[in-house]
C-alpha cells in the first residue's frame, strides 16, 4: 500500500512493496511458481528423509526453491531444520512459511470457538488467540489457518464447533478480535502469527449440514448475511484468506472471480494473500468444472487464488499453461507477491530462524499464566440453561454427590476437535475439578455408569456409538438413590464435532437418553453437565432435568472451570451464540430469519408456516443465558422517536438485580426494518453490553445507533440504510425483549 508524506502530500512506496518488486524481478517464472506451492511434511523433520520417491521429490523441491510454504512441520528444532534446507540450498535463499491449525489453541487449548462465542466478551477472544500465537511461534509457527469466521444455522455440520455461531453482528466482532489477537500489533513479532480468515465464502451454508456439500445461496444472504465477518477480518488486517471447499451457484469458490476478484481483491481492495483449501484446487476437478488439474490450475489462478495448498496443480502446471499464453505471467507475479509480502511482513527475510527458539519455547508454552487465561475463558464460556429450584450453585458441604456419565472422567474430549499440539489426556475432567475445589467439603462418589463410545477414540476414524452395555446402570442406580444431588455429564466425544463430523441426528447418542431416565427414576435431583460441539437436541433433559450447564468442549481447564460454576465460585454469564433446536428436523434454525408471507395461525387454520409435529420455535433461542440471579427490563426510553442520516437514536433501559446475588448480564439490542426494499430479518443484533450489577441496584444502559447500524445490502445491489420505520428491542436474549419503535427520515 502506498504512504502520503504529510509534508508535500507526494505518494511514496511501501517499502515492503518496493523489496517485494525487487524480489520478484530477480526470479525466475519456475521460482514464482514455487512461492505459491504448499506441502504438508511427510517425514520428521529432524531425521534424514526417507527414501520413498514422493518424499525425496519433496526434499529435492524445497532445496531449490520450489516450495514457498510447508504444513504441519512444528516445533522450534523441527521448524529450524526445515528452514534450512529451503534458505542455505535454493538459489535465492526465500525462507519458507510454516502454517498449522492453530484454531483455539496450541499447547494451552482454550474453549473450542463456539463456545468462546457464547463469553459474548470479544476481548477474551482476543486474548486467548494472543496466547496461542505466543506458543505457535515460540514453536516455529509463522501462519494459523485461523479464524472461522464461517456463520452457520445448521447444528448438523460438524464445524460449526469452529466459528462463532449463527449472527453477522457477532460473528463480525469475534473475527476482527481473533484477527487483532493472533497478529498484534506487528506482525514482524516473533510473538505473533499471520491469520487466515476462512472460508471464503459460504462453506456454512452447505446443504443439509454435510461437510463439503453444495452451497446455493441468494446475493441478499452472501452479502447480508455471509460476507460481513469476513469484512471485519479483511479490515482488521488478516494477512490470508483460505478458500472454502464448496461452489457457490455451481462456481468452486477457490476458482469464484467474483467472490475474489471483484469483491475481495477488487471492491475490499484486500492486499493481502489467499491460499486455497486443502486440495480445493484439485478438487475443482472433483465438482465437474475441469477435466484434468491443468484446467483446474488455470481456472483457480484466474479466479484470484494465490497459493495451492497440496493439489500439486501450481508446481505441475502453471509454468506450461504460461509458455502455451494460456495465463498472462502478470498473474503469477501477482500471486508470488502476495506470498513474498507476508513473509516480508513476517519478518522472515531479515531473520528466517528467528521463530524457531528453543528456549523461548520451553518457557512460553503451557505456562502458568496462559492456563489461568484458559480458566477463565473457559468459565466465561458456559450457559446457564435451567436452574429450577436454584438447584445450583450446589453448597460447599453436607451434600453426598454421585457425578456420573464417561465424559465426567473424559480428560480427552474437553480438549476438543482442532487441538493442534495438545497433549492427548491432559485436560481437567470434570471430576477432578470438582475434587480438586478447595473450599467444598462434600461426599463425592463416582460411577461412569454409561459409556458414550464403542471402541477408540480418533481424529481420522468414525466413532461407533453403538453401544449395548448396560453394566453400570445398576451401580449408578444404587449411588443415585442414596445421593442428595446427581451431578451427569451427557453431550459428545470431542470428535463426534469437528470436519467430517456432519449428522443427521443431533439427539444424544448411544444409550445416555435411557440411562438419564434409570437415574432420574430412583433421583429426580440431576444436575446434567452438557459437553458438545454443537447444538444438541436434549428430549425429555430439558424437561426433566433440575439444571442444565451448557460447558462445550472448554480446554485444558475444563474441570476447573466447571466446578467453579458448580459451587458458585463464579456465576455463569454466557449466552448461546447459536439457537438450540427442539428436534433435529427444524435444523437449519436460526433467530433473525424472514418473516415468510404467512408467519401467524389464523382461528386453527392449518395453512400457515409451521410444522405439524413440532414448534417452529427453538428450545434456546440466539442470545440465551441464566445466571444465579434474576434481572428485571425497564421499558424502553428513546431520546427521539425520528432520525435523519446525520443523527443517532440513543436507547435506554434500566437493568434491576432482583434476585439474592451479585450478576452479570449481557444486555442485547436488536431491531426490525419493517418495510424494505427486500424482506428483511424479524430480529437483527446490532449491539450488546455485559454488565455486572450488585443485589438490589439497577443500571442505565445505553445504546446509540446510527443509520449505518441500519444499513444492508438492499434491491439495488448497495449497502445503505433505507428511510422508514424501525422497531427496536433491547433483552436478556432474542425471544424475551422489551419494544420501541422510531422513524428514520430523508
Known sequence: MAKVDATNNSVKPDPIDVKVDSLLKLMTLQEKIGQLNQYTSQWEMTGPAPAAEDMQNQLEQIKTGMVGSMLNVTGAEATREAQKLAVENSRLGIPLVFGYDVIHGYRTLFPIPLAEAASWEPALAKKSASIAAKEASAAGIHWTFAPMVDISRDARWGRV?????????????????????????????????????????????????????????????????????????????????????????GIPATMN?????????????????????????????????????????????????????????????????????????????????????????????????????????????????????????????????????????????????????????????????????????????????????????????????????????????????????????????????????????????????????????????????????????????????????????????????????????????????????????????????????VVTGQAPIYYNHLSTGRPDNGEGNVFWSHYTDAPKVPLYPFGYGLTYTNFEYSDISLDKDQISFDELVKVTVQVKNTGKREGTEVVQLYIHDLFASVARPVKELKAFKKVTIPVGESKEVTFSLTPQDLAFYNIDKKWTAEPGDFKVFVGTNSRDVKESQFKLVD
Open 161 to 249: 464447533m469452529e466459528g462463532a455461531g449463527e449472527d453477522p453482528y457477532l460473528g463480525s466482532l469475534f473475527a476482527a478480535a481473533r484477527v487483532k489477537g493472533f497478529q498484534g500489533d506487528d506482525l514482524s513479532s516473533t510473538s505473533t502469527v499471520a491469520a487466515c480468515a476462512k472460508h471464503f465464502a459460504a462453506y456454512g451454508f452447505i446443504e443439509a449440514g454435510r461437510d463439503y456439500n453444495t452451497v446455493d445461496i441468494s446475493d441478499n444472504t452472501l452479502h447480508n448475511t455471509v460476507l460481513p465477518p469476513f469484512k471485519a477480518a479483511a479490515d482488521a488486517g488478516a494477512a490470508s484468506f483460505m478458500n472454502a471447499f464448496n461452489v457457490i451457484g
Open 257 to 581: 472471480t467474483y467472490l475474489l476478484r471483484d469483491i475481495l481483491k477488487g471492491e475490499w481492495g484486500y492486499d493481502g494473500m489467499v491460499v486455497s483449501d486443502w486440495n480445493s484446487v484439485g478438487e475443482i476437478v472433483n465438482h465437474g468444472v475441469a477435466p484434468n488439474k491443468k484446467e483446474a490450475a488455470k481456472l483457480a489462478i484466474i479466479g484470484g487464488c494465490d497459493m495451492d495448498m497440496e493439489g500439486r496443480c501450481y508446481v505441475d502446471h502453471l509454468e506450461e499453461l504460461v509458455a502455451e499464453g494460456t495465463i498472462d505471467e502478470a498473474l503469477i507475479n501477482d500471486a508470488a507477491g502476495r506470498v513474498l509480502k507476508m513473509k516480508f511482513e513476517l519478518g522472515l527475510f531479515d531473520d528466517p530462524y528467528q521463530y524457531s527458539n528453543v528456549e523461548r519455547e520451553k518457557e512460553v508454552i503451557l505456562s502458568a499464566e496462559n492456563l489461568a487465561v484458559a480458566r477463565d475463558a473457559a468459565r466465561k464460556s458456559i450457559v446457564l440453561l435451567k436452574n429450577e429450584g436454584e438447584v445450583l450453585p450446589l453448597a460447599k458441604n453436607g451434600l453426598s454427590i454421585a457425578v456420573m456419565g464417561e465424559l465426567a472422567e473424559d480428560k480427552d474430549s474437553p480438549i476438543g476437535s482442532w487441538r493442534a499440539s495438545a497433549i492427548p489426556n491432559s485436560a481437567v475432567s470434570l471430576i477432578e475439578g470438582i475434587k480438586a475445589n478447595k473450599e467444598q467439603k462434600n461426599d463425592i462418589q463416582f460411577t461412569q455408569g454409561v459409556r458414550l463410545i464403542d471402541g477408540e477414540k480418533s481424529f481420522v476414524k468414525e466413532l461407533n456409538f453403538n453401544i449395548t452395555d448396560r453394566s453400570g446402570f445398576e451401580e449408578a442406580k444404587v449411588l443415585a438413590q442414596k445421593s442428595d444431588v446427581v451431578v451427569m455429564a451427557l453431550g459428545e466425544n470431542c470428535f463426534q464435532t469437528g470436519e467430517g463430523r456432519s449428522q443427521t441426528d443431533i439427539r444424544l447418542k448411544g444409550l445416555q437418553m435411557e440411562f438419564f431416565n434409570e437415574i432420574y427414576a430412583v433421583n429426580p435431583n440431576i444436575v446434567v453437565v452438557l459437553m458438545n460441539g454443537r447444538p444438541v437436541v436434549l428430549g425429555e433433559i430439558a424437561e426433566k432435568a433440575k439444571a442444565i450447564l451448557e460447558v462445550w468442549h472448554l480446554g485444558l481447564e475444563s474441570g476447573n472451570a466447571i466446578a467453579d460454576v458448580l459451587f458458585g465460585d463464579f456465576a455463569p454469564s454466557g449466552k448461546l451464540p447459536v439457537s438450540f433446536p
